[in-house]
């Protein structure tokens, strides 16, 4: 099983004990996968998933919240062979009219809402009401991507304005959730790591928030090795290119005469530097008479350097 389907396994699972929580989350999987038919002269209410967890919870929140009861039905999917989508389906005049009536979708008049996408704001007034149709919402559309190949999350939505309700939701417990379109469709997603674990932990995923967690500890870990590895081989190169340019003016100082007549400390040092071509800085300074430290060895060595300027050394001819 995917990831994502693990994550979904997970939040089927999730108990829910209130029945303003069930009502929210059963509005959002509506939403998410369901829709409204009219069929002589009737209503119908049709819940169509490819994850049969999802189907399961669908009936199991009518039960649990309306006292409704749905068969779910497997059936071949139309999008893909050798696949299987399972679908509930309410067609009792009264079942239909309970649940839209529970969700708000029809008023006391018999009159059906407009925009039947949105969830209507009553269901949504509590904290764990907006936590329960996040939850919902991503049971019926949404997916996450595998974090150890990469870190991204969405729910895919039919309209702006069911996006836009989302984006807000989300925003509630400070996620920053972005919206973009894609092939028709809004999709509503997050991309960091820190994000998609709030997340999880909004909507109730707290085994799948632990293994994303233990993912991104190793990945910064790697990450982090990988830059000490880089700063070393830098410093290391840095280093070699160093000796490398002070040997060569070392050579060329003494190639024309000139470092016999330098101080006897640029002599040392020089001497020094020849000797132990790979030695570093606080190597050379330890071998000094009297001893130095870093600095005066580094000032030494750029005194040679200098001098070796001076008198035309890396001067083209």
Same mark, same amino acid.
């Given at each position: 099983m995917s990831f994502s389907g693990e994550v979904k396994k997970e939040l089927a699972a999730?108990?829910?004990?209130?029945?303003?929580?069930?009502?929210?989350?059963?509005?959002?999987?509506?939403?998410?996968s369901g829709c409204i038919k009219g069929h002589g002269?009737?209503?119908?209410?049709?819940?169509? /998933?490819?994850?049969?967890?999802?189907? $399961?919870?669908y009936v199991q929140l009518l039960q649990q919240a309306g006292d409704i009861t749905a068969a779910v039905k497997q059936v071949p999917c139309v999008q893909q062979k050798n696949k299987a989508s399972y679908v509930?389906?309410? /067609?009792?005049?009264?079942?239909?009219? $309970?649940?839209?009536?529970?969700?708000?979708?029809?008023?006391?008049?018999?009159?059906?809402? =407009?925009?039947? /996408?949105?969830?209507?704001g009553l269901l949504l007034q509590k904290s764990c009401c907006k936590r329960a149709f996040l939850r919902g919402a991503f049971l019926a559309a949404g997916s996450i991507s595998n974090p150890k190949k990469s870190y991204h999350f969405e729910i895919v939505?039919? =309209?702006?304005?069911?996006?836009? +309700?989302?984006?807000?939701l989300f925003g509630a417990f400070g996620l920053d959730a972005k919206v973009i379109t894609r092939k028709n469709h809004e999709i509503v997603y997050l991309k960091e790591g820190a +994000?998609?674990?709030?997340?999880l932990n909004v909507m109730g995923a707290h085994l799948a928030l632990m293994d994303l967690e233990n993912v991104r500890i190793l990945k910064e870990m790697r990450n982090d090795i990988n830059r000490r590895?880089?700063?070393?081989?830098?410093?290391?190169?840095?280093?070699?290119?160093?000796?490398?340019? +002070? +040997?060569e003016a070392i050579r060329f100082l003494n190639s024309c005469g000139a470092l016999a007549g330098l101080p006897r400390q640029l002599q040392e040092i020089a001497r020094l530097r020849m000797e132990y071509p790979d030695a570093a800085i606080r190597e050379l300074g330890a071998l000094c008479s009297p001893p130095i430290g870093k600095s005066g060895v580094n000032h030494r060595l750029r005194r040679l350097e200098e001098t070796a300027t001076e008198l035309g050394y890396g001067k083209k001819e």
């Open positions: 999730v108990e829910i004990r209130s029945r303003h929580c069930q009502l929210a989350e059963l509005a959002a999987i509506l939403s998410g002269g009737q209503l119908h209410i049709l819940l169509v /998933t490819e994850n049969e967890q999802v189907a $399961k919870r509930a389906e309410l /067609t009792a005049e009264e079942s239909v009219e $309970k649940l839209l009536l529970l969700l708000k979708i029809m008023r006391k008049d018999g009159r059906i809402r =407009e925009n039947m /996408t949105l969830a209507d939505c039919s =309209e702006a304005c069911k996006a836009a +309700q989302l984006q807000e +994000q998609i674990v709030d997340a590895v880089n700063c070393e081989t830098a410093n290391i190169h840095k280093t070699v290119s160093a000796a490398y340019r +002070q +040997q």
